[in-house]
């Protein structure tokens, strides 16, 4: 775990692509020099505002951010059906309704519904019953 601010934040840029001084230091409403001093180390604190602003623009945790406590990547809750495509948010909430109904299965129905899949997708067909009574 990166112990300092500055190297948490070295941690988040080491594969980001060209431009994302600019535009975090747009972001941050803070000149480029900012963002390098924050590099480097020079700066001995960062504003709070600067802090949830470099979090929000990594979609990081700003308590690891900030300390190194806690978990890196923020949890961002959100209502996927919302502005969204109508047929998008159709295909979310079946999803949702398929989640729902797979969490109140037992072991047992989880298996037999993954075989089914399974045989579907390969183009098996269960047999039917008067062909096993044979």
């Not at 590099?39 to 470099?54: D, M, P, Q, V």
Request: net charge neutral; proline share 4%.
């Amino acid at each position: 775990m990166s112990s300092t601010f500055t190297e948490r934040l070295k941690e988040l840029t080491a594969d980001v692509g060209r431009g994302w001084q600019a535009s975090l230091a747009r972001h941050c409403g803070v000149t480029r020099a900012a963002i390098t001093n924050w590099l480097s180390g020079r700066n001995k604190g960062i504003e709070s505002t600067h802090l949830f602003a470099i979090a929000d623009y990594f979609r990081v945790n700003p308590r690891w951010l900030a300390t190194g406590a806690g978990p890196k990547w923020a949890e961002i809750p959100m209502d996927l059906s919302k502005n969204v495509h109508p047929t998008v948010g159709e295909v979310l909430s079946k999803f949702e309704e398929v989640v729902a109904r797979q969490e109140q299965m037992n072991e047992a129905e989880r298996i037999e519904l993954y075989i089914w899949l399974v045989g579907e997708r390969l183009g098996l067909q269960k047999p039917a019953a008067s062909q096993t009574a044979a």
